[in-house]
């Protein structure tokens, strides 16, 4: 199950979008509107702003998605019991809204449209929804036993739009590739043949890496924004487990060309050399004694 909500100051259009008839809409509930049609609809949000005018956006449009995996068990009053969950924890309640399931996709979905400005007038807020959101759609998942979707691997790529379309093809391209590659260089020459361009961001004026960015289609996006494991940090430490698992299985296999050997085992030496060396140097500083002065005694 997942969440996606947006506010806007259009009810005319949210409202005639989740009842169109080409989605094969079907209305399934509605709460402090009139039912007669979208007109009657759109009237009844519409009034109900005239509570707060300061609400330059009252218009809450939600679309909870479901996986296919779990058509069979969603029928409509299971769909308006988790709806009604959702809303009472992303505390969206005493307001207006309706609810319309749509039958156009593969995998089941209801849109939801509320009214910001609830029925006395006060504020429905949108702080950190996003995030809220999220947390309170896996406890859902969990509490109905619905289908966890393990990472991206089953998105329906051929109906993603721009960013996503982009966002999307990064992350197959970083899922395929960091494993194969053993540095950053190596990584980069095989992101740049896809397309795709790398992007550090450095500490203040220094050269030391804190950050990163992928660039396609003249779009940028931060690499843990893309996924967590794409964060630079955890680039790097892959990077590096894919040469020390190089190096290993070099020592392993005596068969393997000796001079081919030696460079990798004396590069890799080498760098753990300075990796000690520094954690000698780290360790000492830590634990080096304060010197007192000796003031001597007053005669």
């Known amino acids: 199950m997942i969440a996606k ?26 709460e402090g509107v009139r039912l007669k049609n979208t007109n009657s609809i759109t009237k009844s949000f519409v009034a109900q702003t005239e509570l707060n005018s300061r609400v330059s956006k009252p218009v809450g449009h939600i679309s909870l998605d479901f ?37 156009d996709k593969e995998h089941p979905h209801i849109h939801i449209v509320f009214n910001r400005v609830n029925n006395l007038g006060k504020t429905i807020s949108n702080k950190n929804d996003r ?21 991206k691997e089953n998105v329906n790529v051929h109906r993603l739009k ?17 494993p194969k590659c053993k540095d950053m260089d190596e990584l ?19 050269n030391v890496v804190q950050g990163i960015s992928f660039t396609k289609n003249d779009l940028k996006f931060n690499g843990s924004k893309i996924d967590r494991q794409f964060s ?11 040469k020390r698992q190089e190096y290993f299985a070099v020592i392993d296999n005596p068969s393997l060309d000796q ?8 590069g890799l030496l080498e760098a753990e050399k300075d990796e000690r060396r520094q954690s000698r140097k780290e360790t000492y500083q830590r634990i ?5 002065k000796n003031r001597g005694y007053r005669m």
Not at 139 to 151: P, V
Request: proline share 2%.
């Open 288 to 292: 080096k004694p304060i010197k007192k």
């Open 259 to 266: 001079a081919f050997y030696q460079l990798i085992k004396e």
């Open 188 to 206: 980069e020459a095989k992101l740049n043949k896809e397309g795709i361009t790398v992007n550090y961001k450095c500490r203040g004026n220094t």
């Open 162 to 178: 721009e960013p996503d379309k982009t966002k999307y093809e990064i992350y197959s391209c970083l899922k395929e590739l960091v």
């Open 67 to 103: 996986s296919v995996q779990d058509k069979a068990k969603l029928n409509n009053e299971f769909l308006l019991k988790i709806a009604d969950d959702y809303l009472n924890r992303m505390g969206i309640v005493n307001t207006q809204f309706i609810i319309a399931r749509h039958y």
């Open 232 to 242: 630079y940090s955890k680039i790097k430490y892959k990077l590096d487990e894919n």
């Open 5 to 30: 909500i947006t506010t806007g100051g259009d009810f005319a259009g949210a409202v005639n979008y989740i009842l169109a008839p080409k989605k094969a809409a079907e209305l399934l509930m509605g």
């Open 131 to 151: 995030y809220r959101s999220e947390k309170i759609c896996k406890e859902l998942t969990r509490e109905n036993d619905l289908y966890f979707a393990k990472g």
